[in-house]
């Protein structure tokens, strides 16, 4: 009954999840209003926004929303929120976090050069591989080799998590500021339209009983 006429095909799902239904404007309405909606204190929402805010700087690719997660709940924060915050990593704002955080962490660390969104994607590729390789090599006959990562922690890893805790601290210390005020501006105007459903329901059984 609720099932798609035509099922989407692997390429529309794949499309989709770089670029939503709607555009990103519209997906990220939504998620903001969902985010207003959540049914915790003002504070523990802003916590778990700001969890998932910064998590999404870092180069935990894959594992961001665990790992905001775990945050969240250490720092008493809304886990949902904390999911909401991770999607300021997405695909169209993840290229600049990276070449911001990368070029950042690099200057903090003194390592000279730059490096461009598809060399830091690229190595991140190549070092997902490798592990895999190393992975099955220790319980199979293939050789392991770690030199790759070693590179590749030291010329963009390393630097990544450095710029991108700096960048990702300043972004979640502004979400929490501004998240407050627009969960508590929601909070307030749903007890006012609670308020009035009530003074309405109370004159109209006042009314009832004096007309009986």
Do not use: C
């Not at 989407?8 to 990103?24: C, D, I, K, M, N």
């Amino acid at each position: 009954m609720f099932k798609r006429s035509k099922p989407r095909t692997y390429g529309q799902l794949a499309s989709e999840f770089v670029y939503p239904p709607g555009g990103f404007r519209r997906s990220t309405t939504y998620l903001w209003y969902r985010l207003r909606r959540l049914p915790d204190q003002p504070h523990r929402i802003a916590r778990g926004m700001a969890a998932g805010v910064f998590l999404s700087f870092t180069p935990l690719h894959g594992f961001h929303f665990i790992v905001a997660a775990l945050l969240s709940l250490a720092i008493r924060g809304n886990v949902l929120a904390a999911f909401v915050g991770t999607f300021a990593g997405n695909p169209l704002t993840t290229p600049f976090i990276a070449l911001g955080a990368v070029g950042l962490g690099r200057t903090l660390l003194g390592l000279p050069g730059d490096m461009s969104p598809q060399v830091i994607f690229r190595e991140f590729a190549h070092a997902t591989a490798e592990t895999w390789h190393n992975v099955m090599s220790a319980v199979g006959p293939g050789p392991t080799s770690w030199s790759g990562l070693s590179e590749f922690w030291q010329e963009i890893f390393l630097p990544y998590a450095v710029g991108g805790a700096v960048l990702g601290g300043i972004a979640a210390v502004l979400s929490y500021y501004l998240t407050i005020p627009v969960v508590r501006r929601y909070h307030r105007r749903k007890a006012q339209a609670m308020a009035a459903r009530i003074a309405k329901v109370r004159k109209a059984a006042d009314q009832g009983r004096g007309t009986g």
